[in-house]
């Protein structure tokens, strides 16, 4: 069982959604039309003790660091849809050893990023578990109705560009101390640069694939071309490793030279990874085979 | 520790909020203006094995169950502030053991019980845990800001008032299948009854308490005017049991016999436990007493 899957066949119970849903369930966030040109951005992500952290051991996340990656990991959703964040919900259930100091740590990690981003945390449920530690946290953004970027929007031509670097997040610890494209998600968007958009958290393989397949598109991606992390990071790695919590996203081709020229954010590198095409929704190599790799594609929540 | 002290100290570290925020945490949701005359409510609620339900043995909860708990739950806080349901989000840490078989039965008792309700999932997030699932749904309602029932309105002289019956809900199973007070909560905002309200998941007495707290009033309360559940239902236990999921609300005295006769709900006995007073924000037996139980009042979920 895959996640997609599953998904997939979850969502058409949910609805039919009320007109006010412009994006149902699917996307990075939902959207809902809650004034003349306005959209509420709805997401849930959540971070969950040894999967998304490690919670003991040399490598173990500070109570700080697990608070600041569930704001960061909804703050990257909401980036995704080039929106700007406002509200946050945060469960909390806490395990056995954590005391009241642990808990305070990880409010501070998570309210901290958030306050630096807009995001107020404004409501919370805490309870303890058995063992192991859940965090979730419900995001609220907005944006206005012309500007949200979605899935479903990439055209053939468009190129595929990338802000950042790709790999060895959790080698390195980027997975724990990114930085959500908000900013540059909310430019993007703004002067209506990416068509199409989406964050990278599963691998930039299984992500740039959501894109082609909501989009309707297929994708030829030169992976020499993916900016790798590390001078040692495998190309196989840039690929599928995941956790980046970058911006994948479509520009009309005839925009790209503008974008590289007007691009305000000199310490994140911008990149064309690759050309969507006309054709069925997958992603090749350059050479116009299908890319696969050694791994499973990205990173699936439910192995 | 326990979680009002906690949240206590918390709640200042969240703010300051922006002028939209009609409600900020501390009630039953927190309230967001989003145009002239409505609020956005929001509050979160988790269900988290061990905890909330029982996950194995012979009162174990189907998944069904849990689902339904998870948004009966979250639906009864929104009943609490007079509000209508509009959307959720789920997120869903399942436990190593459950299959795909299990996460549609969760989301079918979900989905099933916020249908009745009006409640939209939205959208959600999955993952796996390395023990015991945690289930989390962050909700959307609305109502009118004129409408809307907070903790901190009653008054001296008001009477408390509850729907429903209390005790003994872990052990008749009403934890797992109580109906959440929604067309009750709304029917008395609509018509002003309610000058303040709660829902009553900590125990009766707990949340009369908050309701005092939030207020500044006291409170002298009749423990033999309080329906039980079952005639083996102690006072104690009614008075402390918690999740009833009941309303507790003021009235003012002189509507309150107004209110028992046009009182649309049959099936759904109301009841007069007692009334405010000016003084310290506690509650006094009918003898001028503070109450304690021999047990810690109410369930916290710090214990």
Same mark, same amino acid.
């Given at each position: 069982?895959?996640?997609?899957?599953?998904?997939?066949?979850?969502?058409?119970?949910?609805?039919?959604?009320?007109?006010?849903?412009?994006?149902?369930?699917?996307?990075?966030?939902?959207?809902?039309?809650?004034?003349?040109?306005?959209?509420?951005?709805?997401?849930?992500?959540?971070?969950?003790?040894?999967?998304?952290?490690?919670?003991?051991?040399?490598?173990?996340?500070?109570?700080?660091?697990?608070?600041?990656?569930?704001?960061?990991?909804?703050?990257?959703?909401?980036?995704?849809?080039?929106?700007?964040?406002?509200?946050?919900?945060?469960?909390?259930?806490?395990?056995?050893?954590?005391?009241?100091?642990?808990?305070?740590?990880?409010?501070?990690?998570?309210?901290?990023?958030?306050?630096?981003?807009?995001?107020?945390?404004?409501?919370?449920?805490?309870?303890?578990?058995?063992?192991?530690?859940?965090?979730?946290?419900?995001?609220? =953004?907005? +944006?206005? $109705?012309?500007?949200?970027?979605? /899935?479903? *929007?990439?055209?053939?031509?468009?190129?595929?560009?990338? %802000? !950042?670097?790709?790999?060895?997040?959790?080698?390195?610890?980027?997975?724990?101390?990114?930085?959500?494209?908000?900013?540059?998600?909310?430019?993007?968007?703004?002067?209506?640069?990416?068509?199409?958009?989406?964050?990278?958290?599963?691998?930039?393989?299984?992500?740039?694939?959501?894109?082609?397949?909501?989009?309707?598109? =297929?994708? +030829?991606? $030169?992976?020499?071309?993916?900016? /790798?992390? *590390?001078?040692?990071?495998?190309?196989?790695?840039?690929? %599928? !490793?995941?956790?980046?919590?970058?911006?994948?996203?479509?520009?009309?081709?005839?925009?790209?030279?503008?974008?590289?020229?007007?691009?305000?954010?000199?310490?994140?590198?911008?990149?064309?990874?690759?050309?969507?095409?006309?054709?069925?929704?997958?992603?090749?190599?350059?050479?116009?085979?299908?890319?696969?790799?050694?791994?499973?594609?990205?990173?699936?929540?439910?192995?």
């Amino acid at each position: 069982m895959s996640e997609d899957l599953f998904l997939e066949g979850l969502f058409p119970k949910l609805g039919p959604f009320p007109p006010s849903v412009v994006v149902p369930p699917g996307d990075d966030c939902a959207a809902i039309r809650i004034a003349p040109g306005r959209l509420l951005l709805l997401a849930v992500d959540q971070v969950i003790a040894g999967r998304h952290y490690h919670d003991r051991g040399p490598v173990a996340a500070t109570p700080e660091q697990i608070g600041r990656k569930l704001a960061a990991r909804n703050l990257s959703d909401v980036a995704a849809m080039g929106g700007r964040p406002l509200f946050g919900l945060v469960s909390l259930a806490f395990a056995p050893d954590h005391d009241e100091a642990w808990l305070t740590r990880f409010f501070d990690g998570a309210i901290g990023l958030g306050r630096q981003f807009g995001l107020h945390i404004i409501g919370g449920d805490l309870g303890r578990t058995l063992q192991g530690a859940v965090a979730s946290l419900a995001i609220l =953004g907005e +944006v206005d $109705d012309t500007r949200v970027c979605l /899935r479903s *929007t990439a055209r053939p031509g468009d190129l595929l560009m990338s %802000t !950042g670097v790709f790999g060895d997040s959790l080698a390195s610890g980027h997975h724990l101390g990114f930085t959500p494209r908000c900013r540059e998600g909310s430019w993007l968007a703004e002067h209506g640069w990416a068509r199409a958009m989406i964050d990278v958290s599963d691998g930039l393989l299984l992500d740039a694939s959501r894109l082609c397949t909501a989009s309707g598109v =297929g994708l +030829v991606l $030169d992976p020499t071309q993916v900016p /790798r992390r *590390t001078p040692t990071t495998s190309v196989d790695e840039a690929l %599928t !490793g995941g956790e980046d919590y970058e911006l994948l996203f479509a520009t009309p081709p005839d925009q790209a030279d503008r974008l590289d020229r007007d691009w305000p954010f000199p310490d994140v590198p911008l990149s064309r990874l690759g050309r969507f095409q006309a054709g069925p929704p997958r992603v090749l190599g350059s050479d116009g085979a299908p890319l696969v790799t050694r791994r499973p594609p990205g990173y699936d929540h439910f192995r």
